[in-house]
């Protein structure tokens, strides 16, 4: 495998179209897309591509993620936390002890990278 890849467009499949482990719809009908893009040599990080409708998640994580918004807006807040808003052109890492809620207030194009 070669030790810089570039992802892009044409990379994109098939996405999976199911809710991720640990996220539950809490409020209005948001629909996730996930393209699984790449993952490194010793298969312990994932970089892809996911897509939300707007529409409320409660969130459990498991392991760490580094994410680029590309479009869209969210509102993050944390179990017993203060609400935090992302949007496009922002850069924010969410820690593998996170459980809280995604309000997905305009649809969400995003570049993750995922501890797995």
Known sequence: MPSITKLHEAMIDKP????????????GAPTMKTWAL????DGTMLSG?????PGTYHATYTAYEFVHMIKGRI????DGGEPVTV??????????????TWKIEE???KHF???L
Not at 16 to 27: A, C, H, K
């Open 38 to 41: 790449h993952t490194n040599n």
């Open 87 to 100: 949007e496009a052109g922002d850069a924010f890492v969410v820690e593998s002890d996170f459980k809280g």
């Open 75 to 78: 509102v993050i807040t944390p």
């Open 49 to 53: 591509i996911w897509e939300a409708t």
């Open 107 to 109: 649809a969400v194009r």
């Open 16 to 27: 999976e179209t199911s809710d991720l482990d640990g996220w539950v719809v809490v409020d």
């Open 113 to 115: 990278d995922f501890k």
